[in-house]
């Protein structure tokens, strides 16, 4: 399995795309299941050849004749590898050397003055809950925030329910244990933007960049 592991780049570029499909076809607890291997491979003829698609196919299929006992072990392992890079990237997490800290668009989380969680934010949660299950080593701090749209107490109410949708998605969704997270709602007194411009006209930009949701992962060591 080591030698697998090491044998060169290419495997652990595979990981990436595996983690991706994995989040929608593939059970933890059914490592074999032909449906999530047979979209894995579609997925790598998508690039093109060019890209690398096809040369990673026989990866894929080396990778799926390994034994019973580490299969399922050995796609988790590759997955992190290639994956976990990728989704600090794509969140633009920032990394400390005590914390990792990722701000989520609470417009690509939930709709107009919604709580709930759309379908189309479980791509950016499923990397969340990589990051969060393989660098946390201490407590998750889930904060919502709005704009200054609407009254005070609305909006710190409506932060509270989102911070706790996005809680719920990591556990049911990410595994997270619910007693490592907290959650906080701040609603509109800490904004990272104006929400009017000096002459007092709406500043749309600004109060898009205050509906947000930070999310602080308690870390004991920075990411390489």
Known sequence: MRALLKRNATTAAAASVFFAISAIAWEADQPD????????????????????????????REIEGLDTAVDGQGLALLATVGGLNQAIND?????????????????ILFDFDKA???????????????????????????????????????????SDRRADS??????KYAQINAEVITTEGLGE????APN????????????????RVDVIIQTQEALN
Not at 37 to 51: E, R
Not at 189 to 192: D, E, G, L
């Open 33 to 60: 299941d032909p449906t999530a291997h047979d979209a894995a491979k579609l997925s790598l003829l998508t690039p093109g050849p060019d890209q690398g698609g096809q040369s990673l196919l026989e990866d894929i």
């Open 91 to 107: 969140l633009g997490a920032k990394v400390g050397e005590m914390e990792i800290s990722v701000a989520l668009s609470a417009d």
């Open 116 to 158: 709930d969680i759309k379908p189309t934010a479980e791509t950016e949660l499923t990397k969340l809950g990589l990051i969060i299950r393989e660098k946390r080593t201490g407590d998750v701090t889930i904060i919502g925030h709005t704009d200054a749209k609407g009254s005070d107490n609305y909006n710190m109410g409506l």
């Open 166 to 171: 996005v809680k719920n998605w990591l556990v």
């Open 189 to 192: 007194t800490q904004p990272i």
């Open 196 to 211: 009017v411009k000096a002459d007092g006209s709406d500043d749309t930009d600004g109060r898009t960049k205050n509906r």
